[in-house]
C-alpha cells in the first residue's frame, strides 16, 4: 500500500503542484472561526425558528401556504445538518465543548444523535474509496463480479436499494426516524448515550410543537421538512461519491490522497444551493481535510490549481448519474445495468468467437 510520504514524492497530473503540497496549502484554512460560525449558526438557526413561526401563523390559515413553508424548513435542514457535521469534525469552532453543545443541539433538531454519528462518520472518512472495508457510512455498492456471482435475492434486494424512489424519499425517512433511534451493535457506552439522550430530546421538542401546531398537524409538517431535507441530504452524499470516474480500489493499492482527489467530486452548485448545502459540494476538499469548517471549503479549493482540477460536476450533469450502479474493475468506472447487459453481451460474443477459431 503507498503510504501519503510516497504519494508525495510523485508529482500530480497536472504539473502545476505536487500532492507533497497539499498538507501545507490546507494547513491555514482549518483554522476556526467564531466570528463566522456564530454567523452561520444564527443566519441558520435563525432562519429555520423563522420559517416555522410562518408555518405556524399559515397553517390556521391554509395548507397550500404551509405546506411549501415546510419544504423550505427542510432545504434549511441540510444547511444545519453540515453545521451538525462540521461539529462532528470538530472543524466549527476551535472550542471542543461548543462543538459537543451545538452538535448535539442541531442533532436534535435534524433526528441525528451526534457522538453515535460521529463515530460512524469517521470510519466513512477512514473508508471511501476502499473496496475492502465497504460497509459502514457509505451507500451499498457492488462490483460487477459480486453482482454477477450474487444470488437472485442479493440481485434483486440491490436493484431495490438503488432504485431512486427507495433511495431518495423511503430510505432518507427510514433511516432518520427510525434506524437512527437505535444504536449500532458495535457502539460503544457514550455513543448508545448519544443516541437515547437524542431520542427523548426529539419527544419532548415533539411535545411542545405539537402543543403548537396540533400532533397531527405537526406530524405532517415535520415528516414533509424531513422528506425534502433527507432526500436532497441523500442526493448530496450519492453525487459525492457515486460518479463515473469515482475511485476504488482494494486494501493494498488504496490511497489517501487520491481517494479524496478522485473519489470525492466537486459538485459545483448555483449560489443559492451552495449556501443551503453549506458549501458541501467542495467534497474534494472535505475528504482531504476534515478539518477545514464549511466556511473556509471554497477558499480552499481556489488557493492552488492542485485542488481546482478535479473536474467538477454540475447541477445538470449530475444527473446523469443516477444511472450508474455498478462498479466495473476492468475498465474502473461506475457503470450501469444496460452497460453490463452490453458488456455480458460482448464476452459472450468473444466465448463463442473464441470456440470457432479453436475448431
Not at 411535545?207 to 421538512?225: D, E, K
Amino acid at each position: 500500500m503507498h503510504t501519503a510520504a510516497q504519494v508525495a514524492e510523485t508529482p500530480d497530473e497536472s504539473g502545476t503542484a505536487s500532492a507533497r503540497r497539499w498538507r501545507e496549502l490546507v494547513a491555514e484554512h482549518q483554522v476556526p472561526s467564531a466570528k463566522r460560525a456564530t454567523w452561520q449558526l444564527f443566519n441558520t438557526l435563525g432562519s429555520y425558528a423563522a420559517v416555522w413561526y410562518l408555518i405556524y401563523l399559515s397553517a390556521s390559515v391554509s395548507w397550500w401556504l404551509a405546506l411549501p413553508l415546510a419544504c423550505f424548513a427542510g432545504a434549511l435542514m441540510v444547511r444545519s445538518f453540515i453545521l451538525f457535521h462540521d461539529c462532528c469534525h470538530g472543524s466549527f469552532f476551535e472550542s471542543k465543548l461548543a462543538n459537543d453543545i451545538v452538535g448535539f443541539t442541531i442533532g436534535v433538531l435534524t433526528f441525528t444523535p451526534y457522538t453515535h454519528w460521529r463515530w460512524e462518520h469517521a470510519l466513512h472518512h477512514a473508508t471511501a474509496g476502499n473496496l475492502d472495508r465497504r460497509g459502514v457510512g457509505d451507500l451499498w455498492t457492488l462490483t460487477v463480479r459480486e453482482y454477477l456471482e450474487a444470488s437472485r435475492w442479493k440481485r434483486f434486494a440491490y436493484r431495490l436499494a438503488r432504485n431512486p424512489f427507495v433511495l431518495f424519499v423511503l430510505a432518507p425517512l427510514a433511516m432518520f426516524i427510525v434506524v437512527q433511534r437505535f444504536p449500532a451493535r458495535k457502539a460503544n457506552a457514550r455513543d448508545r448515550r448519544s443516541v437515547w439522550l437524542t431520542n427523548l430530546a426529539i419527544v419532548c421538542v415533539g411535545f411542545g410543537m405539537s402543543l403548537a401546531f396540533g400532533f397531527v398537524p405537526y406530524l405532517i409538517l415535520q415528516l414533509t421538512a424531513m422528506a425534502v431535507g433527507g432526500a436532497a441530504g441523500i442526493w448530496l452524499f450519492y453525487v459525492q461519491h457515486q460518479f463515473e470516474d469515482a475511485y476504488w480500489e482494494n486494501t493494498e493499492s488504496w490511497d489517501f490522497t487520491a481517494a479524496a482527489l478522485k473519489g470525492s467530486s466537486f459538485y459545483k452548485l448555483p449560489k443559492v444551493l451552495q449556501w443551503l448545502s453549506g458549501n458541501i459540494g467542495f467534497h474534494h476538499i472535505h475528504h482531504l481535510s476534515t478539518k477545514i469548517p464549511n466556511y473556509n471549503l471554497e477558499r480552499c479549493h481556489h488557493s492552488d490549481p492542485l485542488f481546482q482540477r478535479v473536474k467538477a460536476i454540475t447541477l445538470l450533469g449530475s444527473s446523469k448519474t443516477l444511472r450508474l450502479r455498478l462498479w466495473d474493475e476492468s475498465s474502473r468506472k461506475l457503470i450501469g445495468f444496460r452497460k453490463l447487459a452490453e458488456l455480458r453481451r460482448s464476452r459472450a460474443a468473444d466465448v463463442v468467437a473464441s470456440r470457432a477459431a479453436r475448431r
